[in-house]
């Protein structure tokens, strides 16, 4: 009898093994890039995720005959409710087999967990909140996820159709190819904006990490304010991303666009550290020695490849040219002097004005990225 059977992971090896399950999953994958095993031990923690500080969530395994063959995360985020006046969870860290009825009681064990929650909705791919990793790999899939993206099989957007979930929002990852052509349009831009209204452009100061996470997070909240989707950073999470990012930061990779002394933008952008953890297949070490962080220190000083994570201006400053100023700067030390490639993501559909932006200035939409949702009601 094929009876699948979903628990809540307790244990530590549950745990361990709902982290290690994707292996499962992506064997035969020549894109995927496995991650760190430490890290995700991390992420999962309640008292090291400053997740945990205002939400909850639950990790799910489904079996069939002993066999692990799914997973899912449960999570309840109470400021993205009181925020939007909803009464919606999410799931995330999604994986399957290739079988409906597997699909099928992962989404219903989620369901039941926030129906304990007293919601009514439940929204994903989406892990903890969309501050994080989130949304499902629908076009694209030929190409390597980068840092902080999500990497799915094919066959994962009909398994959540045949559970009854349908599109919210679509987001987009968008490609430079032509770096050069789109520094030209930007330069003319820029020029007349730079001088109207008097925009200082400056790399982070490292030096001074707690108050540019302070900086970086008040734009932020302010300039995503109106996406759909947004919940506003806390103040413990912000200061948690910086933390996690700051080993694998370059200063003049991520700039801060000031208007006399007032911080008016920002853009973030990373070297995609993914290229070297594929080398190491999510661990620093191998029978006690630490072949893993050799290779990943060799591969992470010969990354050539980026990822432009966010673009944010305030409102008040949004037609004063902030963002093609900041794209410029990036574009001409990053990839034009110091030879990168790379996207820039995630976009919303409904962000026109940004998506008109992008493919004016020559990027290539390459990837896409669904949300899920469906009502919990029996």
């Not at 968008?174 to 200082?200: C, H, Y």
């Not at 008040?218 to 989707?229: M, P, R, S």
């Not at 574009?331 to 008109?356: C, F, P, Q, W």
Request: charged fraction near 25%; hydrophobic fraction near 40%.
């Amino acid at each position: 009898m094929n009876t699948i059977q979903v628990t809540e992971v307790h244990s530590t090896a549950e745990r361990d093994a709902f982290i290690k399950f994707p292996w499962e999953i992506y064997r035969d994958d020549p894109v995927w890039v496995p991650p760190l095993i430490l890290e995700r031990k991390e992420f999962l923690d309640r008292k090291k995720n400053p997740f945990y500080e205002h939400g909850d969530a639950a990790l799910f395994l489904a079996r069939r005959e002993g066999k692990i063959v799914g997973r899912i995360m449960a999570s309840d985020d109470p400021n993205y409710n009181a925020l939007h006046g909803t009464n919606v969870g999410c799931f995330g860290l999604f994986e399957s087999v290739d079988d409906p009825a597997v699909a099928l009681a992962l989404i219903e064990a989620a369901g039941d967990w926030l129906r304990a929650k007293g919601r009514t909705d439940i929204m994903g791919p989406i892990d903890y909140s969309t501050n994080y990793v989130c949304a499902l790999l629908i076009d694209g899939f030929e190409h390597p996820p980068m840092l902080l993206t999500p990497h799915n099989p094919p066959y994962y957007a009909p398994l959540l159709e045949s559970c009854g979930l349908r599109q919210v929002m679509d987001w987009y990852a968008w490609w430079f190819s032509e770096p050069e052509k789109t520094a030209q349009r930007l330069r003319r831009i820029s020029a007349r904006f730079g001088d109207q209204m008097g925009v200082n452009i400056r790399s982070v100061n490292l030096r001074d990490v707690a108050g540019e996470s302070r900086r970086l997070r008040d734009i932020y909240n302010a300039a995503w304010e109106k996406n759909w989707g947004f919940v506003p950073f806390t103040s413990a999470e912000f200061d948690h991303l910086v933390k996690e990012l700051k080993p694998i930061a370059v200063p003049e990779f991520t700039l801060i666009a000031e208007i006399g002394n007032e911080p008016a933008g920002f853009i973030l952008c990373v070297p995609d550290i993914n290229v070297a953890f594929k080398k190491i297949n999510g661990r620093l070490t191998t029978f006690g020695l630490p072949i893993g962080l050799a290779k990943l220190l060799y591969y992470k000083s010969r990354i050539r490849t980026a990822r432009l994570v966010a673009l944010g201006v305030k409102p008040e400053h949004r037609r004063s040219g902030i963002a093609e100023m900041l794209v410029l700067r990036i574009i001409e030390d990053a990839m034009i002097k110091r030879g990168y490639v790379g996207e820039l993501s995630l976009t919303l559909e409904s962000n026109h004005l940004i998506n008109r932006f992008l493919s004016a200035i020559g990027a290539h939409r390459y990837k896409t990225y669904r949300i899920y949702e469906r009502s919990l009601a029996h």
